[in-house]
């Protein structure tokens, strides 16, 4: 490796805390030269930094037992999730939030401990439920109010005691995008303060002889980019602790969660606040009202997703066709596209693209990156301003960590792409690349 700056690379803070030069000039990541791990295990291929994962745990961990000694980080197994990738978060003492059997299942087989896991979702079925109680998981996060006595049956059969937090639905705006905000009362997630349905919840809970009440959870959406919501909902969810849940009906409130959303940068331009900044927003904020209101502090437990993974990943490709049509775009085709990342043509996310080769190539003209998918909605960048690539050149789309590989599909009979993690200079094949045999494995023929 060159000894260079790695804030001397475009958007170094959209790339992973490893990037730096090899000695070709080219993108290095892990100490591992890009270009050469898009020759040795093809593209699309999806590299995750191991040094920026550590960090970004540590930094959860300590940022919010800076603000609460007792808190708890929890990885939003959403974001994305296999088994080597569970035991490597595992390792950096995290626990799980998940949302499907299909989760747990990783879980459990990955050697995970799911005393570590909090199970939520506005729909688990009867039959996830028996797994969760039956698994071990330590605590399902209760989304609606048939869902107490689904619960309750679930670990009277599995003959235990299950721990219970009930989501609640603040009546608060994320401000982010229509589709993936959850703290409105118009969603289809939580249990509203308002109407009196979360209380009724905690009623039912509190009779219920094989459940045990911890306390109330939020998630306001994601990526929420201001923390004035975080503010805000805390506020009503300590209101909601002091005058309801141990006012009215003299529960004991042991632990809550402001959830995730945190954000990440995608973008040169873009800003996310720091994990201290949405410590104080929710654990300060938290902790002062339990003061004012006199209730003893719960213990805190938050669910980032995108901003433990986001970062760590960045999406490779290979360029192909070009296409000039005179006086409307150019569109630069990839050989990847929607079917490992939805997220522009879902919700129109913006993302930085970078040459692999020369990595510090000065714009050169204004393109629209293509995917290779039948569909004319399967941009990855619209309007991308990036030096001119030529074919067969890799391209670097930074920040594909997070809601790409857990989203991908098999449109078009896709392969979905191979996944290595990097650490000092050491590359370990995570997923490998489908084949046509996977395609067809589940054929009955
Ligand atoms: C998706 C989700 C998260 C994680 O969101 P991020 O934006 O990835 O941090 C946390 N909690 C719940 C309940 C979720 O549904």
Redesign the pocket.
């Known amino acids: 490796m060159t000894a260079i700056d790695a804030r001397a690379l475009p958007f170094a803070h959209v790339l992973p805390l490893s990037a730096s030069l090899s000695a070709e000039g080219h993108l290095a990541l892990g100490g591992l030269d890009t270009v050469a791990l898009a020759a040795e295990y093809g593209t699309p291929l999806y590299v995750f930094d191991a040094a920026t994962l550590k960090a970004q745990c540590r930094a959860y961990l300590d940022g919010f037992r800076a603000a609460d000694p007792s808190s708890q980080v929890l990885y939003?197994s959403?974001?994305f999730l296999n088994r080597p990738f569970a035991r490597f978060i595992a390792q950096q003492g995290l626990g799980f939030?998940v949302?499907s059997g299909g989760e747990i299942e990783v879980l459990r087989a990955a050697g995970v401990d799911l005393a570590t896991a909090y199970f939520?979702g506005n729909n688990k079925t009867p039959a996830e439920l028996h797994l969760a109680a039956e698994a071990g998981v330590g605590c399902v996060?209760i989304d609606n109010l048939g869902e107490v006595a689904l619960v309750e049956e679930a670990a009277a059969a599995a003959g235990r005691t299950q721990r219970v937090m009930i989501?609640v639905s603040p009546g608060i705006d994320g401000h982010t995008h229509e589709k993936t905000t959850?703290g409105i009362l118009d969603s289809k997630?939580g249990l509203p303060i308002v109407t009196g349905a979360a209380e009724e919840a905690v009623r039912l809970i509190l009779a219920s002889p094989h459940l045990e009440f911890r306390g109330p959870?939020m998630?306001l959406g994601?990526?929420i980019f201001e923390t004035d919501p975080y503010v805000l909902a805390t506020e009503l969810l300590a209101e909601f602790i002091a005058d309801v849940c141990i006012g009215k009906l003299g529960a004991e409130v042991s632990d809550w969660s402001p959830?995730?959303?945190?954000a990440v940068a995608y973008r040169g331009e873009d800003e996310a606040p720091a994990i201290a900044a949405y410590a104080r927003a929710t654990v300060g904020v938290m902790q002062r009202e339990a003061d004012a209101r006199g209730f003893s502090m719960p213990r805190t437990s938050v669910?980032?997703?995108?901003?433990i993974v986001g970062r760590a990943g960045v999406a490779l490709y290979t360029v192909g066709a070009r296409k000039d049509v005179p006086g409307i775009r150019t569109f630069v085709s990839v050989d990847g596209g929607m079917a490992d990342n939805i997220r522009p043509a879902m919700y129109g996310s913006r993302y930085e693209a970078l040459s692999a080769e020369r990595p510090l190539a000065s714009p050169e003209e204004t393109v629209s990156i293509a995917g290779k998918y039948c569909e004319s909605g399967d941009i990855l960048i619209k309007d991308a301003h990036v030096p001119r690539f030529h074919q067969g050149e890799v391209v670097a789309i930074p920040t594909a960590g997070?809601?790409q590989l857990a989203m991908a599909s098999n449109y078009n009979l896709a392969y979905r792409p191979a996944v290595v993690m990097v650490e000092d200079g050491a590359a370990r094949l995570m997923r490998r690349r489908e084949t046509a045999a996977d395609l067809m494995a589940m054929d009955i023929d």
Do not use: I, M
């Open positions: 939003a959403k974001a939030d949302v939520h996060v989501r959850t997630f959870h998630h994601s990526p959830g995730g959303g945190f669910e980032p997703g995108r901003s997070a809601y």
